[in-house]
């Protein structure tokens, strides 16, 4: 069976029904809106709160079992989102598709993690934006959430490379504390992005 399948089949939200903060806090400082993309949403928490603020949430994940509680928390928030069953090692990228994509805590191999960023690249529209927050590869002593693989965990260069060319509007690299369901409790060690590709000119 699918790992994530298996973590999401019960009742309980692993990762909680609220928001991640800095999705919030970047949908406040940004007034994101229009059509958004949230990859590796899990049950649906940041997907949720976006189509509450107004947007065209589109969700892709590869855990049935994830789709199907994003899709309850929706319906009990009085939201409309769309669900995919989607493998990233399949994903077709559109060009210039959606106006945000957000990956909150979404973990690949080192080799779909950069592919996957370079997707993103290309499915923003410009003047679009990409929101994450993910751990580093500084996480592991920490033992508050995420994988414990270091190849699953972010390097700074990962996202300043890949997006290197694109307006930086916020980056952090640090200690937060995250408080989110059961699996991510405590201090924990972060990068946080936040950029805007450049409108056509």
């Known amino acids: ?31 994101l809106s229009g059509r958004t993309l949230a990859i590796a949403e899990g049950e649906g928490r940041n997907a949720v709160y976006l189509a509450g603020h107004g ?10 079992a994830g789709l199907n509680k994003a899709n309850k928390l929706a319906k009990e928030k009085g939201v409309k989102i769309a669900t995919r ?12 598709q959606w106006d945000n994509i957000v990956c909150i805590f979404g973990y690949f191999p080192k080799e779909l993690r950069l592919r996957t960023l370079r997707g993103v690249k290309e499915a923003v529209k410009p003047g679009g934006y990409f929101i994450t ?11 508050s959430g995420g994988p414990q693989e270091i190849d699953m965990l972010y390097e700074p ?6 997006f290197a060319d694109w307006r930086i509007l916020h980056f952090f690299m640090g200690e937060v ?5 059961a699996l991510h409790q405590g201090l924990s060690h972060v990068i946080q992005f936040a950029g805007q590709k450049p409108a056509i000119t």
């Open 1 to 31: 069976m699918n790992p994530w399948n298996k973590r999401f089949q019960g009742e309980d939200y692993v990762y909680g029904t609220e928001p991640n903060a800095f999705v919030v806090d970047m949908q406040r400082r940004l007034s």
């Open 55 to 64: 947007h065209e949430v589109t969700v892709w994940d590869y855990a049935e």
């Open 85 to 96: 069953l989607q493998d990233l090692q399949d994903a077709a990228w559109t060009r210039d």
């Open 133 to 143: 927050e993910v751990y580093s590869t500084y996480q592991l002593p920490y033992k």
């Open 157 to 162: 260069e990962d996202l300043l490379r890949s």
């Open 177 to 181: 504390h995250r408080s989110e369901g």
